[in-house]
């Protein structure tokens, strides 16, 4: 596999599969975990490098009164804080008594990483 450049990184395509989009080093979807070109020596997605931020959090809506929409948007902003990306990433509703939980995780691949998932064999 050729190593991401500094030309070609963070440049995206779609998924064949779901049509997410998908960033063109991906050997794998993470969306819906298909296999997007063969490598021999690879069996497994790499670890992410690191993850420089993580956020969870829960709603519950009260016992009483009516049901909560909700749309989950997920905004990008730049260095001088303009918008590079705006995306309605869910929706949908609580009734009463019933709660969500929202994780966000920004994940980090470096070649360093995309080296070290090489070689991982299917356990069991």
Known sequence: MTPTTVANAGKARLCPHCKATILQSAT???????????????TR??????SPLRVE???????AGEPWEYS???SILGDRGEEVSRQVVSVG??????QRTFKLAVEVFTPGSEE???GMGDEG
């Not at 794998?28 to 690879?42: K, Q, V, W």
């Open 28 to 42: 794998i979807c993470p969306a819906c975990d298909h296999s997007l070109r063969f490598d021999s020596h690879r």
């Open 57 to 63: 959090g829960t709603i519950k809506h009260p016992s």
């Open 45 to 50: 997605r790499a670890p992410p490098s690191f």
């Open 93 to 98: 509703a609580l009734n009463p008594q019933e």
């Open 72 to 74: 989950i948007v997920l």
């Open 116 to 118: 070290a998932g090489r």
